[in-house]
Each structure stands twice: as structure tokens, then as C-alpha cells.
């Protein structure tokens, strides 16, 4: 039988241990990687944060697979904590376990995504908590 896209998002989370975005600004100051896969035009409406790196979705795998050709330097090796953040904390959960099946054991995401991350007043750029007071409700 077929499984929904609740069914893949539930099991993905379970192989996760989600940040809130007051945990994940703490594991940021412990060395932790935070990767935002925001396309660019979300980036653009709803703000950015400043600590992050811009990573898009469609490119994940291969900018933070330590083996990879592809990789960005702060790829280092399968013991880097990386912590994922989209817009509201659906795509990043799935993001974040196909990093745990690369073998990125600390991969997680962030529990309400960017949304929750402006809500909690830690640091974006532009006018990102006034943008967001008036977005719908969108997965992502």
C-alpha cells in the first residue's frame, strides 16, 4: 500500500533529534553547521539569517557529503553537525534524513523552520518578522 507524504515526514522524524531555534542558535555557538535550503525567491520574502549557509535543496547531498567532488569546505567529515532550516520545518526534516542516510549521524532540522526561528527574535536579516506576520501557511 502506498504511503502518504505524513507517513515518509513521520518516519523521517523519528531518525531525527529536532532542534528548537533556541537549541539550534546554541548548537551554532558549539560549532554546528546551520543550512538553509530556502529556494532564493523565499529567501527574498521572508528573510535571512545571517549565520546561515545557503544551501538549495535541489544540491544538498552533494555540497555536504564529505566524499563528495562537489562539497563546500565546512564538509569535513561525517561527524559535523549539521542542522537544517526551510521555511516552517517540513522540507527540512525530510532534507535532514536523507543527510542522516549519507551517513550524517547528527543531521536535524529545526522545529517550525525560519518561521519559528523569527518568531523566537533571533537574528534575520530585513524585515523578516513584519513579512512573516502576514504568510500563510505553507510546507516548505
Known sequence: MPRTIDDV???ARTRLDRLTPRQARDALDAGALLVDIRPAAQRATEGEVPLAVVIERNVLEWRLDPTSAHRI????GHDVQVIVL???GYTSSLAAAALVDLGLDRATDVVGGFHAWAA??????GDARRALAGAAHQPG
Open 120 to 125: 523566537a527574535g533571533l537574528p534575520v536579516s
Open 73 to 76: 569546505p565546512a564538509a569535513t
Open 9 to 11: 515526514l513521520a518516519e
Open 86 to 88: 526551510c521555511s516552517e
